[in-house]
Every structure is written in structure tokens, then in C-alpha cells.
């Protein structure tokens, strides 16, 4: 055949368009032949000595309302608890393989996820919500959590000796695995914070990362164990039949209302599965998952539960403090991150240890909050606890931004280093906030201040110029300013 006769699209032509076509194309098949997402990164595998596994439980709830609510187009109950959904992160067994393969990080179908952010947009139209389906995919589509699915928990709980220097160093034990339940922020799922979830997990703690079904999230897909599925998308207050006097703040407190029922839920799912109701709690899990639970029985400390939450997460984690511990809520710390500036007022009753931890961007910002500076209520909160003899510290994490604790930067890390102004390395900006989790969970276990948390005050406000003082030693002087601590009050 000569050349005149072979198509034109057949003939290579070394143009500028050529050459990128080209380039884009051999990505994308490498991308699909290794399993890696097209516009993003791998989100990386945790740093602990133990393994991680994870399950998605989704349980029957008693069907209560939280609020009269109904939506405007339907006449159905907007705040109805129908089933909890939350993911578990534990140590796993060493060298334990799943059958199954790892979750996405954003659950199918995409279109739900992708149709709710446009809702947040205001832009939700079959061409938009395409759209966000297909950057969605190529953002992070294939985007896989690096928790082994469904594979045994870890024999025995890791206890704690201490060393000369007073830091506390992992032993065998068995006192139960300590536990964390976890509230998101808004706008996200319980997807967004794997990463620290995980690398906590592999420290030897047990992570409850809830999904919130309250409208604050972009979709969530409700299984019930008898098969039906609902799909439940972002709403707002335009999409509530309420009359005049109720208003953004009533809206923000029936979503904190309902938050908290689904935290009273986790914790009777986990109490159940403690009890040695795990076959059951399986059994009735429309996500196929948790085929071991019956031997966690007695693997969790119950008695040393902590509630934690980033942003409107941590709202809602403050909330769930008022009068606890108790029954429902038996929480004995509060790891808050980043407390909401718009989520409602913040809950100053609080008699457990407390651990606040601010962003730099969080910080920075100077924000009017019901009168006063947010920096100031946030401060006062914590001195309260104090007062009341209880433990609180309250610190900024430098070079830090508000997204820095999600998977988001680790997933985007340049885009998200120039949109927030984030300065530290995106790993060692998660790790950070890991590393005085950990700290602050080795204080509530043994009483012990160890670490960050032997430190005093540094800095009683924020000090933008300020990097570093004499007080603490050099590794941590880049890193923190230390606003309240438990002698300071």
C-alpha cells in the first residue's frame, strides 16, 4: 500500500499535539496497568509495627427521628437513623491475606459522591453532575485505601512500660485495644481521613471513622440487611419544608443532634461486638464484612473510649462530651482538630481530658465567633478543663493547613500545598497530629505525660513570626506552639 493510500490519522506526525496525545495516552495505560489513579498519588502504607485491617459494618438502627424535620419534596423525615455506617481500622494479624480486595477511597458508585459535590456547588444538572463524575474518576477513581480487608484482629492488645526518659514503649498486654470513634468534617465521608485512621491502627489502636448521614456529606448509600438501598445526597435548607423560624443555626444543630445519635449507635455496635454479639453484628451487615468478629469478644477496652473529630466533626465531638462519660457516650477524652468556625457554638462542658489541636491556616485566620475571637473561646475551653482538674492542651501544628489531617494532600499534594499554603511535607503533616494522638491516648491509659504533652505553654497566643522558642526542644520547635496545658490554667 503506498503512503498516499494510508489514512491520515495512521500517519505519525511529530507535532507538538502528537507528541502530548501520545504521552497522555501511554500515561493513562500505565496508570490502568498498575493500578495507579491518573491525576493523583498512592496514598501511602502506614509506619507501625502492626498490620492494618479494616471493615465497613453498616447496622440496624431503632429507627428514631431526631428531629420532625421533613423534606420539602418527599414529606419523609429528614433526620431519620435508620442504620449506622462507620469504617473500623485495627490491627490485624501479621502477614494475614484478605480475599477481598481493598476499599476505594471513593466508594462506588461515583456518581453519588460526584452528584452530592455538586450539590454543595449549586450546580447539580445531569451535564454538571457528569462532569464531576468524570474528574472524580480521574482524580482519584482508582485511588485504593491500603488496609487489608476483613482480615483477624491482632491476638493480643499492645500495653506500655516506660523508659528512663519517661516515654511510654509498646509491650504486650492484655488490657483490650484502646478505642477511638471519629467524626468527619463537612463536605466529606468517612473515607476522607483513612490515613490517619490507618496509621493509628497500626499503632495498636482500634478507629471507628463514622459515615454521617445528616446531609453534611456529598452521598452516602443506606443498605438495610434486607436488601433495600437508599441513596441519601447533600441537602440544605432550601430542601427542608420549615417554616421562618428555622434557620441556618436550627439547621446546624438538628445535623449535630443526629451526629450524635450515630456516635451513641457506633458505640453500641462496638459495646455489642465487645459482648460478644460480633457473629450477629456480622450476620446483619448488608456490606458482607466483618467475617471474624466473633472472636473480638472482650478485645476492646470499653473503658477507655475517645471521641475525636476534625472541623464540624469536632463540633460534634465537643457536644458528645457534654456528660460524659456515661452509658451512651462513654468517652473518657477528646481529640478536637480544628474546631468548626461555623457549625453552631461549642460545648464548654467538658470533665474528661481534652486535646485540641489547631491548624496553622486555623490559627492564622482571625474569625469573629459569636462576638469573640474563635482563637479566644477556643483557649477558654480548654482553661475550663483545666480548672475543673481535668487535663487540656491546646496547641497549633505549624506550617499545617485545615485539609492537612485528610487524605486530601496526600492524595493532591501539590495542588493542595498551593491552594491552603500549606508548608510542611504532606506525610509528615498527618503524622505529626498521629504522633500527639498517641501521646494523648499514653496520658489517658496511664496517666503519664509523655512527649509534646510534657511540654508547657509556649506561646499563650499565636504567634505568626514566631517558629521555634528555647522552651522545647529543637524536634519540635518547627512544628508547635503549645497555647494551654494542665499546669497553665
Not at 429528614?78 to 471513593?106: I, M, Q, R
Not at 526518659?165 to 492484655?174: D, V, Y
Amino acid at each position: 500500500m503506498s503512503r498516499s493510500r494510508i489514512p491520515p490519522i495512521l500517519r505519525p506526525r511529530l507535532t507538538p499535539k502528537y507528541v502530548a496525545s501520545s504521552i497522555a495516552a501511554i500515561y493513562v495505560v500505565y496508570c490502568w496497568l498498575w493500578g495507579m489513579p491518573l491525576l493523583s498519588s498512592k496514598l501511602p502504607a502506614y509506619t507501625g509495627p502492626h498490620a492494618v485491617g479494616t471493615i465497613d459494618i453498616e447496622s440496624p438502627c431503632d429507627g428514631r427521628k431526631t428531629s420532625d424535620v421533613k423534606y420539602k419534596s418527599t414529606g419523609q423525615p429528614a433526620f431519620l437513623l435508620e442504620t449506622v455506617l462507620f469504617s473500623v481500622y485495627y490491627p490485624a494479624v501479621k502477614g494475614a491475606k484478605s480475599d477481598k480486595p481493598n476499599h476505594l477511597w471513593v466508594p462506588k458508585p461515583l456518581a453519588v459522591t460526584a452528584e452530592g459535590y455538586a450539590k454543595f456547588a449549586h450546580i447539580s444538572n445531569f451535564l454538571t453532575n457528569s462532569l464531576f463524575t468524570v474528574a472524580l474518576w480521574g482524580i482519584a477513581g482508582s485511588t485504593t485505601i491500603p488496609a487489608n480487608v476483613d482480615v483477624p484482629l491482632r491476638e493480643t492488645a499492645p500495653s506500655f512500660e516506660f523508659t528512663d526518659h519517661g516515654e511510654g514503649k509498646p509491650t504486650e498486654g492484655n488490657d483490650g485495644f484502646p478505642v477511638i470513634v471519629f467524626s468527619h468534617g463537612m463536605a466529606s465521608s468517612r473515607t476522607d481521613y483513612t490515613h490517619f485512621c490507618g496509621e493509628l491502627a497500626s499503632r495498636g489502636y482500634i478507629v471507628a471513622a463514622i459515615e454521617h448521614r445528616d446531609g453534611s456529606g456529598p452521598g452516602s448509600i443506606i443498605m438495610n440487611a434486607g436488601g433495600t438501598e437508599k441513596t441519601l445526597y447533600h441537602f440544605g435548607l432550601d430542601d427542608l419544608d420549615v417554616d421562618q423560624s428555622f434557620g441556618i443555626p436550627e439547621l446546624k444543630q438538628a445535623q449535630l443532634d443526629f451526629r450524635q445519635a450515630e456516635i451513641e449507635e457506633t458505640v453500641r455496635v462496638l459495646r455489642a461486638i465487645n459482648d460478644g454479639s460480633g457473629a450477629t453484628i456480622f450476620e446483619t451487615n448488608p456490606r458482607k464484612e466483618g467475617e471474624h468478629l466473633a472472636s473480638w469478644t472482650g478485645q476492646l477496652d470499653m473503658t477507655n473510649v475517645t471521641i475525636s473529630g476534625h472541623s464540624y466533626g469536632a463540633t460534634g465531638a465537643l457536644q458528645a462530651l457534654k456528660g460524659a462519660p456515661c452509658k451512651e457516650r462513654p468517652f473518657h477524652g477528646g481529640i478536637i482538630l480544628d474546631p468548626g468556625k461555623s457549625s453552631g457554638p461549642l460545648n464548654h462542658d467538658v470533665d474528661v481530658p481534652v486535646l485540641v489541636i489547631h491548624s496553622n491556616s486555623w490559627s492564622k485566620k482571625r474569625s469573629i465567633f459569636f462576638g469573640q475571637p474563635h482563637f479566644s473561646v477556643v483557649k477558654d475551653l480548654v482553661r475550663q478543663v483545666n480548672k475543673r482538674g481535668m487535663a487540656g492542651w491546646f496547641m497549633t501544628s505549624l506550617g499545617t493547613s485545615h485539609p492537612s489531617v485528610t487524605d486530601a494532600p496526600l492524595i493532591e499534594p501539590t495542588l493542595l500545598s498551593w491552594t491552603t499554603g500549606s508548608s510542611i511535607d504532606v506525610i509528615d503533616g498527618v503524622r505529626m497530629y498521629v504522633n500527639v494522638t498517641e501521646e494523648f491516648m499514653l496520658y489517658q491509659k496511664a496517666n503519664r505525660r509523655t512527649g509534646l504533652l510534657a511540654l508547657n505553654v509556649t506561646h499563650p497566643e499565636y504567634d505568626e513570626k514566631s517558629n521555634g522558642t528555647q522552651q522545647m526542644p529543637k524536634c519540635y520547635q518547627r512544628f508547635w506552639q503549645i497555647h494551654v496545658a494542665p499546669d497553665s490554667a
